[in-house]
């Protein structure tokens, strides 16, 4: 049975509508894919980060208390002053580079590289077609 015109235009149209959720379908599995393992990447840093900035904060304790103690009967002032100074410019050193390091992001990376690719390959066959058309 031959189709119409018309029927061959819903035709094609339906199977456009079918690739396109198809696609559509592999690139959100692609980002769900990415999402859980960035999600199992951050906890286990974060659990990994949190002990071992319990023991820093457990040795860095330790290693004041004992500059401290050396320096009791001469300088035990200075001693205090400079292991908080050590402290403190530590932690904004830490933080500038937290700051960096949050702002580099990795998200999604493969889905936006995918669809970048398939973005390029649209534009290829719009620009082959028109070319045939002209």
């Known amino acids: 049975m031959a189709l119409g ?15 396109l959720i198809a696609n559509s379908e592999t690139r959100l599995r692609l980002a769900v894919l990415e999402l859980e393992e960035e999600r199992a990447r951050l906890a286990v ?21 004992l500059v401290v103690v050396l320096f009791w009967d001469t300088y035990r002032l200075t001693a ?9 410019g530590a932690s904004v ?9 949050s702002k580099r992001h990795s998200l999604l990376k493969e889905t936006l590289k ?17 070319r045939k058309n002209s």
Do not use: C, M, W
């Open 80 to 88: 205090i002053a400079v292991s908080a100074a050590v402290l403190i």
């Open 114 to 130: 995918q669809l970048t690719a398939d973005r390029a390959l649209l534009e290829e066959h719009e620009d082959e077609t028109i």
């Open 5 to 19: 015109p018309t029927q061959r235009v819903f035709s094609a149209a339906k199977r456009l509508l079918n690739s």
């Open 45 to 65: 840093l974060l659990l990994l980060a949190g002990a071992s900035l319990v023991l820093l904060l457990l040795g860095i304790a330790t290693l004041t208390a």
């Open 93 to 101: 050193l830490f933080a500038v580079i937290a700051i960096r390091q």
